[in-house]
Every structure is written in C-alpha cells, then in structure tokens.
C-alpha cells in the first residue's frame, strides 16, 4: 500500500498524526518527524514510503507484530540506530537507501528477503550481520555501505550471491574495507559467467564456519591477513595445528595461508596463489610431506627472504616465487628435477642458491634469472659435482659456483611461532641438532 493511496483526503485529514495508519498498515505520516518515533503495537506492515525523506527523523521503534517493510519506506531518513525485529520476513527494495547517518543495525532472524538496494548507501554502518534465515538478497543490496569493517555471515545451509552483497573486490559498490569476516554459509556468484569472489584486501582476520562447503569459487587477497580459523565442525576444510592457513580435508592441500601461517607435516601440496601477497611473509617451513608446490604459490611475497623446498617436493609449478623482490636465499631437495618457466622471475634481491642433487635439474630459462644474477649470486652444489654444473644448461652461465657438503646439510624448517616441530630435507623431525649446518629462521648457521 502506497504513502499517496488516501493523501489529502477527508480521512485522511482527519487522522491526528504523526502516524497514519490504516488496519494494520502503517501507510504515511503527517507533518516533519523530528527525534525518535514509536509505531503501535499490531501493526504488520510498513507500507511504501511510509516515512521516507524524513530527514530529521533519528530513530524508530518497530513492534514484534511487524513483518514487511515495503519498498522505500525509510529511505533517505536520518535514523541512526536500528533494530528490525524477528518478525519481520522481508525488506524491500530502497527500504532503507541512503540511510546515511544509520551506524547501528540489527537486522532479526526472520529476515528471509532483502530487495534490491535494501541498503544502499547506508554509508556510517561499521558492524554488519547477515542473518541465517535470509535466502534472498537483491542486487546492490549493500552497496556503498563503505564504514563496514566487520561482517558477520551467519551459518546457514542456504547459499547466496556474493555480488550482491557488495562487499568484495571486483563488484559494484565494493568500497568497503572489510577487516573481520565470519563466513558461514556458501557463497556464489549470481552471473551467468560463474565469477570468482575476491576477498578483500583490507582484510586481517577470517573465519570459515561449519556451513561451507566450498571454497573453489574464491580468490583470496592475503595482503593484509593475519589470522585464518576453520571451526572444527566443519567436514571439508580444517585449519589443523593452529596453522592459520585452510586446508582441504580430503587432499590435504593447502589453499589459503597468510604472513602468520604454519604448514603442518601431512600437507601434500601447497595450493596455487595459496600465499599469494602475503605481506610479511618472511620465512616459512616447507615440510617433509609437500610433493606438489602449484603456480604461483608465493608469488609477490614482497617480504619473504629465505625458502627450503625439502626433497620430498617432486614438481614446482610455474612462477612460484615470481616477483619476491626480497629473497635472499633459496635451498633447493633433491626431489626437483625440473625448475619451470618464471620460478625466481624478479627476485632480484637474490643472494645464494643451494641445489643438493647430484644431477643438476632442467631449468626453463624463460623469465627465470637474468645476466647480473649469473654474476652476482653465489651457487652452491653438491661435493664432486661442480663439472656437472658447468656444463648444465643455465646453470652453467652461473660465475660462483662453489661445491659444498650436501650430505652433511639439515636444513630446519623454523616458523615464527613457539614449541615449533623442525624437519630436515628428507621430512624428519630434528630434535638434538648436531655439528652440521643448519637453516634457522632463514639463516644459515654452522653448528659447531
């Protein structure tokens, strides 16, 4: 029912305002609505435009006996807090839009169906959360909604469409800076092009809750990410150890870690992108169960300055370590026979590389290391095998090569956390560290 349906007539008139209500309708108001108002008891819809445009109206009480909230009926009001009870089920579209002063919202749990620009513009909203009973959400139902720093998805078995919602990178509206997101139920994208969600950047701190299910349609900014949590309930992805990273249970591969995330013995491979611009990333373990290390695994991982890939590692993907402008040290197993196209493209801070195999690996020599890195960097090679060096493809263009004792190496894989397990290459925990040389957080330290 329409603000306009009985405007300027005898009844209309008649009625003492500031609220004019029909039945259990609530369908306009009288005069500027000034401060907070309060709308009786037994009202069950607020009808459209009801109250927009009223520019000095700060705040509202809705009754429990409310459960629809037309289009536009509140749009570009001045309200500053809200709280939408649990008996309303829908929220239609403009409802809200350009709410601008809105910070405090509390949308109730019988919420099933927001309309399209529900929100829009609601431009000073910090804390958000999206009710598990909501299965609809309209386009651009948040978007503009740029104040938002924590967003709070509830569990739910009911997905929705990421590119509504206006929160993450790539869609309209996505101006928010998103710094804690509780994720619990899956996401999807309502184009017919199947997108992949981009997390945001600004983001520090996530949750995987027990509701999703699948993670293959995201692609994580781990820019800013500190902290990374699966709840233990969840039966497809875990984050084992306390390691702030996700893994896929079934595979135990690591998708997602970020500048605090430890690699836990078990994990199989690491993901492609799985650290992707972690910045503050310095140093990482790479254990002795990882075989697979995929494209782009630490690409723009500015701060990372030192790497082990142990000898269980069997394939490198292709520009793993692209662009870490900051990589000093390289420590390369034996398990790598082939070095593909890009691995160290960029990394122009590059000091040593230790190869421990006796066969000198392939290496693709397109974007790989360039004429002042053949000159500059020290390479370090197995005892008895520096001929084999000289006379392997690229390797050879190396001018300090120099043999030492592969045999004799442990290479302990150290991350930046307390009472941390240490392997060397072959994958074996190290407990009494003997008179060898080791790698302790990323330095290479003779044991004497």
């Known amino acids: 029912m329409g603000a306009s349906a009985f405007y300027d007539t005898g009844w209309y008139n008649e009625q003492p305002g500031p609220l004019i209500y029909l039945g259990d309708w609530l369908i306009h108001h009288k005069g500027d609505l000034r401060g907070e108002v309060t709308i009786v008891d037994g009202i069950k819809h607020i009808g459209t435009y009801a109250l927009a445009y009223s520019e000095y109206l700060t705040g509202v009480v809705i009754p429990n006996s409310v459960e629809n909230i037309e289009s536009g009926a509140f749009c570009q009001t001045g309200i500053k807090t809200l709280t939408i009870p649990n008996s309303v089920k829908s929220v239609g579209t403009d409802a809200f839009e350009e709410c601008t002063s809105l910070i405090d919202l509390n949308i109730g749990k019988g919420v099933e169906k927001i309309g399209k620009r529900g929100f829009k513009n609601c431009s000073s909203i910090v804390n958000l959360k999206i009710p598990g009973n909501i299965v609809s959400v309209g386009q651009d139902a948040f978007a503009g909604c740029k104040a938002v720093k924590d967003l709070y998805i509830e569990d739910s078995e009911h997905p929705l469409p990421f590119d509504n919602l206006n929160f993450f990178d790539g869609y309209s509206g996505a101006e928010a800076s998103i710094e804690t997101l509780y994720l619990g139920r899956d996401l999807y994208s309502s184009s017919q092009y199947e997108e992949k969600l981009s997390l945001p950047k600004s983001l520090k701190s996530l949750t995987i809750s027990d509701g999703v299910t699948r993670l293959d349609n995201y692609r994580f900014n781990n820019r800013n990410l500190e902290s990374i949590i699966v ?22 591969k690591l998708l997602f870690g970020c500048k605090n995330s430890t690699i836990p013995y078990g994990v199989a491979t690491i993901g492609e992108e799985a650290f992707e611009s972690s910045y503050g990333l310095k140093n990482i373990g790479i254990p002795g169960s990882v075989i697979t290390i995929e494209d782009y695994a630490f690409a723009e991982c500015l701060d990372l300055e030192n790497i082990v890939i142990s000898n269980s590692v069997t394939k490198l993907g292709e520009a793993v370590f692209v662009e870490c402008e900051s990589l000093k040290s390289v420590t390369i197993g034996n398990g790598i026979k082939e070095i593909p ?32 890195q053949y000159k500059t960097v020290d390479l370090y090679v197995p005892n008895g095998t520096m001929a084999a060096y000289k006379e392997a493809d690229v390797w050879k263009e190396f001018l300090n090569i120099k043999e030492f004792d592969a045999t004799g190496i442990n290479t302990a894989i150290i991350n930046n956390k307390k009472n941390q397990k240490v392997y060397d290459l072959l994958g074996k925990k190290v407990t009494s560290p003997l008179k060898e040389l080791y790698i302790i957080d990323g330095k290479k330290i003779l044991k004497k």
């Open 231 to 252: 709840t233990e309930g969840n039966k497809y992805y875990d984050s084992r150890k306390e390691c702030n990273a996700i893994i896929e249970t079934s595979s135990n």
């Open 341 to 372: 196209m890009g691995t160290f493209y960029y990394c122009d801070a590059l000091e040593s590389i230790y190869l421990v195999s006796e066969t000198p690996p392939a290496v693709v020599n397109e974007y790989n290391f360039n004429e002042e």
